[in-house]
Nanobody, 119 residues
């Protein structure tokens, strides 16, 4: 019902930057929380960064100081600015939205976008 459309993934070199975006569309008019999760091959999905409809944010320790999450509430759009990328950031990044908390996902997921950090 709620569709999340992601863009911005790709191949970048270590130390490079990438900006992901995700826009939610559907029958809802507002979303409490939006965020990004990632999953590397053979690994469990992990939280990257989340943001509420207010100004509260939450980041995984591994990305603090390097990634910045932001959103435009009127557009139900969330962004993830990724700087100083490392090979260990390589994963499929999934947009998430709903009425979850800062550390628990909502009900809606995007299809995922591949981020590969390699020389």
């Amino acid at each position: 019902q709620v569709q999340l459309v992601e863009s911005g993934g790709g191949l970048v070199q270590p130390g490079g930057s990438l900006r992901l975006s995700c826009t939610a569309s559907g029958t809802i008019f507002s979303i409490y929380a939006m965020g990004w999760y990632r999953q590397a091959p053979g690994k469990q999905r992990e939280l990257v960064a989340t943001i509420t409809s207010g100004v509260s944010t939450h980041y995984a320790d591994s990305v603090k100081g390097r990634f910045t999450i932001s959103r435009v509430n009127a557009k139900n759009t969330v962004y993830l600015q990724m700087n100083s990328l490392k090979p260990e950031d390589t994963a499929v990044y999934y947009c998430n939205a709903g009425w979850g908390s800062l550390d628990s996902p909502g009900a809606y997921w995007g299809q995922g976008t591949q981020v590969t950090v390699s020389s």
